[in-house]
Every structure is written in structure tokens, then in C-alpha cells.
């Protein structure tokens, strides 16, 4: 089945610095790569997804891009702010006729943003 | 509108004892989830239900474990004999269908004492 590996666990940046966090995954099928966002004690959050037709998305200050052939993927946080603290997740999955869209997630990141 | 919709937020039960959660998703979602989350741990896949099918629940770990989602809305993950390794916060999560974002629910943090 689908392995999903996450670094750093941890990430500490000053404030207007940028954050990257990057992720590998096993499963060649996969082509479905959203991140989430979790406060502590709250839902994990979407903040941005990418398909595997595609290299790049970006969203304001967040990107994310995608090698397919390396099976990676990163999330760039850019001009980064106290309210960016959080774990962030990366997950993948394989969407599309005949599978169920779960979500294999990489084991987080937390990011502490000092001001 | 409103999102996924999990209760209790928290339950506490004694270890052998046995327990219901309840996850309501989001209204005309085809697609449900279960996860477990331990701490500091990223969600890890329990079971998934298509309609009323649990199309996957090849993440339950045992045969305590048992998930219905009988009219193919509200799902109720249920639990006999827990364990104190049961204690996790787990996480409902619906979409529209198979091809589209997960949402996630606030959760239900499970103590066995």
C-alpha cells in the first residue's frame, strides 16, 4: 500500500522567512497530493491541493509542487507569519473510477513561526 | 453551511467497556472516512464507506472495531472491549464523492482508562 514520508517533523522560521516541508511517497497510482493545516485541538484544514497533472499550484503565499518521476512533493510557505504556526500534513492519494479517494497522510510537520 | 458534525467531543470510558461515536457529514456527501490520530501522529486510515457501503475497512485494526453508516448519511464507529491503546482522537471526514477534497469533523478524543 501507499507509505508517505514528511520532513522535517519540525520547522522553526523568524517571521518573513520562508518554510519548506517536502514529501515522498511509494505508490506510483497516487495522484491526488492535498495538505491540511491543524491547530492544536482542531480539524485538519485543506489549505491547498495539487493532481498529478500538474507540476505547481500556488495560493497567495502557499505553493506546492509535484515530480511525479521522484515521487515528491513540497509545500512553500512564503513571507511567513505567527498565524502560519500549526502542523501541517501532507497526505496523497489515488482518485478516479474503481478507488475510494482515502487519504494516506505523512506522519506532520510542526511549524513554529517566531515573530 | 454546516460541516462535519462528530459527537461527543470527548468520551472517557473504563478499559472492557464498549463505546459508540457519531459522525455526521455533510449534506448530500457520498463519501465517508474514518481516521485515527494519535499524538503528534499523522491520521491514519480506519475505514471508508460509499453510500452505505464500507467500501474499505481495511484500516480497522481488529475485529473490535466495526463502522455502519445505515442510510448512507450519519455513520456511527463503534468499539467493544476498548483498550487503553484505543485512547485517540478519531476523525470523520466526508466528500462529495471520490474525487473531491476530504472535510474533516472537529473529532471525538477517546480516553479507556
Known amino acids: 500500500g501507499e507509505n508517505v514520508e514528511q520532513h522535517p517533523s519540525t520547522l522553526s522560521v523568524q517571521e518573513g522567512d520562508s518554510a519548506v516541508i517536502k514529501c515522498t511517497y511509494s505508490?506510483?497510482?497516487?495522484?491526488?497530493f492535498p495538505w491540511y493545516k491543524q491547530e492544536l485541538g482542531k480539524r485538519p484544514q485543506l489549505i491547498i491541493d495539487i493532481r498529478s497533472n500538474v507540476g505547481e499550484k500556488k495560493d497567495q503565499r502557499i505553493a506546492v509542487t509535484l515530480n511525479k518521476t521522484a515521487k515528491h512533493f513540497s509545500l512553500h510557505i512564503t513571507e511567513t507569519q505567527p498565524e502560519d504556526s500549526a502542523v501541517y500534513f501532507c497526505?496523497?492519494?489515488?482518485?478516479?473510477?474503481?478507488?475510494?479517494?482515502?487519504?494516506?497522510f505523512g506522519q506532520g510537520t510542526t511549524l513554529q513561526v517566531k515573530p | 453551511g454546516a460541516g462535519v458534525s462528530q459527537t461527543p467531543s470527548n468520551k472517557v470510558t473504563e478499559k472492557g467497556k464498549y463505546v459508540e461515536l457519531r459522525c455526521d457529514p455533510i449534506s448530500g456527501h457520498t463519501a465517508l472516512y474514518w481516521y485515527r490520530q494519535s499524538l503528534g501522529q499523522g491520521p491514519e486510515f480506519l475505514i471508508y464507506f460509499q453510500g452505505t457501503g464500507a467500501a474499505d475497512d481495511s484500516g480497522l485494526p481488529n475485529d473490535r472495531f466495526f463502522a455502519v453508516r445505515p442510510e448512507g448519511s450519519v455513520s456511527t464507529l463503534k468499539i467493544q472491549r476498548t483498550e487503553r491503546g484505543d485512547s485517540a482522537v478519531y476523525l470523520c471526514?466526508?466528500?462529495?464523492?471520490?474525487?473531491?477534497?476530504?472535510?474533516f469533523g472537529n473529532g471525538t478524543r477517546l480516553t479507556v482508562t
Open positions: 471526514a466526508s466528500s462529495l464523492n471520490v474525487n473531491s477534497p476530504l472535510h
Open positions: 505508490d506510483s497510482a497516487s495522484n491526488y
Open positions: 497526505a496523497a492519494s489515488t482518485q478516479g473510477s474503481g478507488n475510494t479517494g482515502k487519504l494516506i
